[in-house]
């Protein structure tokens, strides 16, 4: 009986994520009245093992292989299980990443399990987990329990633990070799790139003006502009602006755009998807322009106008010129 | 080629929902449902590969007797034929109840490639199109933003955070899930909607595809999430709320 957290790195360095991932471990593994076992899988990750066992739980295993040096399906998913199946754990908990999206389901699979994926809380009733989870894109919350003895498998939304809540500690550091072999990888991964230099900082703007879906046509993007304009602010988008290429990639915000955190974030027909949400939240004050009140983005609002954003952002123009003068 | 595209129906995005007298799922009554968006990539990118290299395009599809009308929109926008999973209480399955039916049908049909969206906006786990890959044994690769066929491989683009892309090769077959904005989707044409009338559309049940696993994970109640910030809505018509909001931002805010 352990939770069993699996902390992700590349390339020897963390992924911000799985500190808060390791928070959720030390409150679950004591409400549980259970040991906390940490996994870091990789190559060459002696250092990072050290660091994880300087914080507060039973056991760091450093699980290395030459064949975990570049992050493919394959290996990983074969890699944890092998650790899962000899460490037997409760519950086994990872950060949401992308690299996470990429092989946990397939790992809770060899389990007959479900990786309840993205949660946002975790209670426990009774010795068990139940976990909160987002539905129809964060319009309504769902509690979903798990059964059949586990171990059960989780990936934890960024920013549901917080990572100030990290304990220190000291743990002893194992080493586990997962059987692995090259010829049973079958992802063959090149060196990541990114596609062009950033032209656009938006980490450094005072005010971002955001753009989403609300805004119904190309045709309608300078209304957005103008307010941007008029309020001295960098003009930003929500995904779906950029993938139809209204706006360049380069001004989107969010999981896979970019992490803003500015004094004003003005959303502007954005209803507040989660991946856009990880993206902004962390602004000083949040506006939100949307005609629908049930939007999640008021959930993050500080400020808001329920109404249609042709009316309103005319309107804001006005009394910004007017207040300027 | 050939290739199986898994999509799901869901309510349709502006829908305003409501928790059903059960408190388990939704009031599906009075809703509308559309393409899952991520599905509807997919989909085209099916169409897309079909259109460079030939083959076929088979749009799979799980859902009640509903889905019919998504599965006629993508056979009108040029899937070739079509298999629905007919069944009425697909909510009592979990992720992997649903991927082994999935898996089942697709079994059958030994395709080349398996596209799907990376995750659906209802349950959004995101994870059916790597369950299905692992129970049929081949290999899987998400959030793909380009795909470019080699023989017996592929090589994609990969989506990563923060803006890092990276490229992965692998055999086939193999399951991909497809990342929106990838392409760009196509309209049906009025010849496409009157070709798909007359195109097969195979109706499988769940006692044909073996009886499913007991759910491990349920959903045991949904409902409004609880706000956790005091968000000060600002009423009136429209240049009332303007005036009050740049009024906070000028002397509360101070950045005008």
Redesign the interface.
Known sequence: MSVLVVLEQTGGKWNRMSWETLVAGQQLSAQMGVDLHVAVPGSGIGALAAEAAAKKCAKVYAVEHDLLKDY???AYTAAVEALVRAVSPTLVLFPH??QV??????L???F???????AIAVKIESGSP?FV????????????????GGPYFASLQAGAFRVDALESGSAPVESFAPPLAAASI??????????SA?AVDLTAA??IVSVG?GIKEKENIPIVEELAKA?GAELAAS??I???GWLP?ERQVG?????VAP??YMAIGI?GAIQHLVGMKGA??I??INK?A?A?I???????????LF??V???V???K???S | MKIIVAIKQV?V??S??R?DANGRW?QEADLSFEINEPDAYALEEALQLKEKHGGEVVALCAGPARAAQTIREALAKGADRAIHIEEESLNTL???GV?KLLAGAVKAENPDLILTG?QS???????TG??M???LGI?????IMQVEVDGASIRVK??????????????LP?VLTI???INKLRYATLMGIKKAKSKEIKRVTLAELGAA?PA??????????Q????????EG???T???K??????FE?R??
């Open positions: 493919t399906a394959d990443t992308y999206r990429d092989f946990a389901p397939k809770a699979t060899r007959s399990q479900v990786l309840i994926s993205d139940v989870r987002l539905l129809f894109q964060g319009k309504l919350n769902g509690d979903v329990r798990v059964s059949g079958r992802q063959k991964p090149e060196a990541p790139f990114r596609e950033r005072e005010i879906r309020l995904r779906p950029c993938d139809a990639m999981s896979s755009g970019q992490t004094k004003v209803s000083k004050t506006v939100a629908d049930n999640p008021f959930e993050v609002a500080d400020y808001g106008i329920v109404g249609d009316e309103v005319p309107a804001l006005e009394e910004v007017k207040a300027k | 309510p995005r502006d305003q929902l928790v939704i979990d992720t992997l991927a990376l906006d209802d349950l959004g786990y995101g994870q790597v369950v890959a692992e129970l290999a899987s690769s998400t959030i990969r989506e990563l955070e923060d803006g890092w892309f990276q490229h992965i090769t692998m055999p193999a990342q929106s904005g696993a491990t994970a349920t959903i045991e109640k949904i409902y409004v999430p706000k956790s910030k005091q968000t000060q809505i600002f018509d429209a240049k709320s303007a005036a909001l740049v009024e906070k931002l000028k805010v950045v005008i």
